[in-house]
């Protein structure tokens, strides 16, 4: 298994139900429904426009954390020609890792290992929605002074917008953590079968 040395730059919760940011903290408690007082935490939640099921059916909660690397943090601010850093809790984004260029690219299955015993298990890419495009556009201005339009982090942020998953193992999460990350790979046997 292909595996990769990253390193927990940013540890955030969201608390208030109608915050998209989140605030940073020194660690997170990982359990097997989610983070400690993240407002996110739940082994269930309501499918939304865009999910597989019809809106509102409870299903499965596939999105428990999120997380993004400053490798992508930093493209996505260079794209849009921000004067500010773009801190990955102003993205609402639980963890940011540093060392992992192209971790929104980490295939379904992938798990995030830390010194604690906690394991992340990646669901799906994030994609950008186009709330948080408006409140990057609203916070945020360029180095030009040109104004920043309201599509304009959705459309830089394409396959740099992270990942979200669920948590495989509890355990504390800390900044300045190591992160091993097991890309996930197909056993040889399903390989030979699938042709």
């Not at 408690?29 to 309501?46: I, K, N, P, T, W």
Request: charged share 25%; glycine share 8%; hydrophobic share 40%.
């Amino acid at each position: 298994m292909k595996h990769i040395i990253g390193k927990v730059v940013e540890v955030n919760l969201g608390k208030a139900e109608d915050e998209l940011v989140k605030s940073a903290c020194d660690s997170i408690q990982a359990e097997l429904d989610g983070f400690v007082g993240d407002r996110h935490r739940s082994l269930s939640r309501e499918a939304w426009a865009g999910d597989k099921q019809p809106e509102g059916t409870i299903r499965r909660n596939e999105r428990q954390w999120s997380a993004m690397s400053v490798e992508e943090t930093a493209d996505i601010q260079q794209k849009m020609d921000l004067k500010e850093p773009l801190p990955a809790s102003k993205l609402g984004v639980n963890l940011c890792f540093e060392g992992i260029p192209q971790l929104s690219l980490l295939p379904k299955g992938t798990i995030l290992k830390f010194s604690s015993g906690a394991e992340l298990m990646v669901e799906e890419y994030n994609p950008p929605c186009i709330e948080m495009s408006e409140k990057v556009a609203d916070n945020f201005s360029t180095n030009s002074g040109k104004p920043i339009s309201k599509n304009a982090f959705s459309q830089a942020a394409i396959f740099t917008r992270g990942l979200v998953g669920v948590i495989e193992v509890a355990g504390q999460i800390k900044v300045g953590d190591e992160v091993k990350v097991e890309i996930y790979q197909p056993p040889v046997w399903m390989a030979n079968l699938i042709k």
